[in-house]
């Protein structure tokens, strides 16, 4: 057991979850609690450059490569990050975790969510998040949000099918493991989703 508190967010491209993340990183800090805000991939100088390599839409990388490659900068940033952290009472909250891994490269890229799973294994050592906020909204309507971004990265330049997949494939996860989840509807508004969020995460903290 660690001291600390791992609070993951997943959702769709274009679901809010920055958004919500900041807000929760601003609650905490005022409140006094010690944070580290992280992201996916990256968090680590390895994490970052290999950032940088999965998204930049001039590279086409196949599928399995995708995978190894996310799993790479995840096990950078469990050991080097993440764990040292959690020994250190604090509360890390991070953007995508495994289970961003099972539903793009599992489901939507269709290797399978027991080979994801089996590559992860390895790289998480067995770190499980205390909690998973889910933001909750379909593809057709995060699509708009999306197309406004100027400068759109390698998976957010996917079509509106393969963004579809993932959304089934977080469905078929959530069914799977509840017990682990916050799930939010996303088209509410940002007040409403925050104060949800802090609600169940005081429950945890």
Known sequence: ????????FEGIDGSGKTTQINLLKEYLLNIGRDIVVLREPGGTSVGEKIRNILLDKKNKIVPTAEALLYAASRAELVKEVIIPSLNNGKIVILDRFV??????????????VKAVEEINNIAIAGLVPDLTIYLDIKPKDTIKRIDRRKDKDRLEMEDLEFHEKVYEGYKQLIKSRPDRYLVIDATHDIDYIQKSIVKEISKII
């Open 1 to 8: 057991m660690y001291k600390g508190k791992l609070i993951t």
């Open 99 to 112: 289970d961003s891994s099972i539903v793009y490269q599992g489901y939507a890229r269709g290797i399978g």
